[in-house]
């Protein structure tokens, strides 16, 4: 009899809005997780007073039962609702649990939630480590929904597979980082950062687990605790360069190089820390010299972490926090805003002093590689002026395909500045081949030996083809 009831008895999932006081069906789904979705959509557009999400089981057609599984009301604030900002992060998908704490995802998540996290000042290692910020962002409406499938849809892109796949797969990576959040602060003596610096963190950190991946999330989730008692990221920032003086295990320098990329993701904290310039060239070539741990003008208004900051990347490697600033430079560059309040001309002197700062004579190119290279490229055509790079074509297609096209167009190519474009972007294409398919590229050896690309760039391009075979 109870099978025979089971089988007759269907369930939905009615989604209600409220509107001055009324109620209205939205619409039924038969999911529960797709109705408390749409519901918490339709409450982010501010355009209702509530919604709600009621079960309804209907036996045999005549009894009808309702039971109330979510409901949620909009606030009183009459701030506009927080949305995803793009992102030019690339390969940012994730597909394990480490990816998702990686440098790439971390750039990727300060990008696409920058608004959320800047209304709470915290960092994308604080959002990943401590619960309690996860929980803001999984009540903020549909962010985290909506920055979860722009991810998946770009992972799904480039390899291939379902876009549902791809967010099946996210859903899980983040589940089991809620887990790990929950557990480690269920741990009332997990150890946190004291006056005996972060080595001593990380010590105490390795005693927790003999994993080096468990190591580094007890590190972080450790300073996400810390963190949660500084009351901005400015303060952040001050604390993590204050733990550098003491730092000598490479698990605490990689650590304080994580914090600093994060916190400088922060335009606001860019700002704060160049200072007010006199446009916007200025600032960038600033921001150039300070990632390549060379900075040749200090700002009028020193704030208190730039010397220690200054010092850091000219010492330490610092690779996030290099590509952090370099990525800055890059969107600034693609953008629309002027580079300096002056004539097309002074634009113009702005892009070459700005490509200037980019030389990389170790490696004959740019620096930042084809991305900045891109940028400078079509900041120049914006302009229209001869010389620079100008007539200077990115070719299309895949990476063997614009290797090739390359070096045949090597011998049409003059002049440094585009010798170097032509070299960042050569590096590049060769880098992003397959490694299966690198070693069939080794025909062209003879002719960039035979190039006149600049000597770096020769020896560089060609040392990477012998390495593939």
């Known amino acids: 009899m109870t099978s025979s009831i089971n089988a007759t008895r269907e369930v939905r999932f009615e989604v209600a809005t409220q509107r001055d006081?009324?109620?209205?069906i939205e619409c039924a789904r038969l999911g529960e997780p797709e109705a408390r979705r749409i519901a918490q959509q339709l409450l982010a557009t501010n355009a209702y007073e509530a919604v709600r999400v009621v079960r309804e089981r209907d036996v045999l057609g005549r009894t009808l039962v309702e039971t109330p599984i979510f409901a949620a009301r909009r606030t009183a604030s009459s701030e506009p609702p927080l949305r995803v900002?793009?992102?030019?992060?690339?390969?940012?998908?994730?597909?394990?649990?480490?990816?998702?704490?990686?440098?790439?995802?971390?750039?990727?998540?300060?990008?696409?939630?920058?608004?959320?996290?800047?209304?709470?000042?915290?960092?994308?290692?604080?959002?990943?480590?401590?619960?309690?910020?996860?929980?803001?962002?999984?009540?903020?409406?549909?962010?985290?929904?909506?920055?979860?499938?722009?991810?998946?849809?770009?992972?799904?892109e480039a390899i291939g597979e379902p876009l549902a796949q791809s967010v099946k797969l996210l859903e899980s990576l983040i589940a089991t980082a809620m887990r790990r959040m929950v557990d480690?602060?269920?741990?009332?003596?997990?150890?946190?950062?004291?006056?005996d610096g972060l080595d001593a963190l990380v010590a105490r950190c390795r005693q927790l687990a003999p994993d080096p991946s468990a190591v580094r999330f007890h590190i972080r989730h450790a300073i996400a605790r810390d963190f949660e008692g500084r009351p901005s990221l400015l303060a952040r920032l001050d604390a993590a360069l204050g733990w550098l003086g003491a730092?000598?295990?490479?698990?605490?320098l990689a650590a304080i190089d994580e914090l600093v990329a994060d916190c400088l993701g922060s335009a606001a904290t860019m700002q704060e820390t160049l200072g007010v310039q006199r446009d916007l060239a200025t600032a960038l070539r600033m921001t150039i010299e300070l990632a390549r741990g060379r900075p040749k003008t200090e700002p009028a208004r020193m704030a208190s972490w730039y010397a220690p900051l200054a010092r850091m990347l000219a010492e330490q490697a610092c690779p996030e926090t290099r590509t952090v600033l370099l990525g800055r430079v890059q969107r600034e560059v693609a953008g629309d805003r002027p580079l300096?309040?002056?004539?097309?001309?002074?634009?113009?002197n702005a892009i070459v002093a700005?490509?200037?700062?980019?030389?990389?004579?170790?490696?004959?190119?740019?620096?930042?590689?084809a991305p900045m290279l891109e940028a400078l490229v079509r900041r120049w055509k914006r302009i229209d002026r001869p010389g620079g790079f100008s007539e200077f074509e990115i070719p299309d297609g895949d990476a063997a395909s614009r290797f090739q096209s390359l070096v045949a167009f090597e011998?049409?190519?003059?002049?440094?500045?585009?010798?170097?474009?032509?070299?960042?972007?050569?590096?590049?294409?060769l880098r992003e081949v397959p490694a299966a398919d690198r070693p069939a590229l080794g025909r062209?050896?003879?002719?960039?030996?035979?190039?006149?690309?600049?000597d770096a760039a020769r020896a560089t391009l060609l040392r990477e083809l012998a390495a593939a075979g």
């Open 21 to 24: 006081g009324r109620w209205t």
């Open 247 to 252: 730092a000598s295990d490479p698990e605490s």
């Open 411 to 429: 011998p049409e190519c003059f002049g440094e500045t585009r010798k170097r474009a032509l070299a960042t972007l050569l590096l590049d294409a």
């Open 354 to 369: 700005l490509a200037g700062a980019l030389k990389d004579d170790t490696a004959g190119g740019y620096v930042g590689g």
């Open 85 to 156: 900002n793009a992102t030019d992060e690339r390969d940012c998908w994730c597909a394990e649990l480490d990816d998702l704490y990686g440098a790439r995802s971390r750039r990727a998540i300060g990008q696409l939630l920058r608004a959320f996290l800047d209304q709470i000042q915290i960092t994308p290692i604080e959002l990943l480590h401590n619960v309690r910020f996860a929980r803001k962002l999984d009540d903020a409406g549909t962010l985290l929904g909506a920055a979860l499938h722009r991810i998946a849809r770009a992972r799904a």
């Open 184 to 195: 480690a602060q269920a741990n009332r003596r997990h150890p946190v950062p004291g006056d």
């Open 444 to 454: 062209f050896a003879p002719l960039i030996e035979a190039s006149s690309l600049l």
């Open 340 to 348: 300096t309040r002056g004539t097309t001309a002074d634009e113009a």
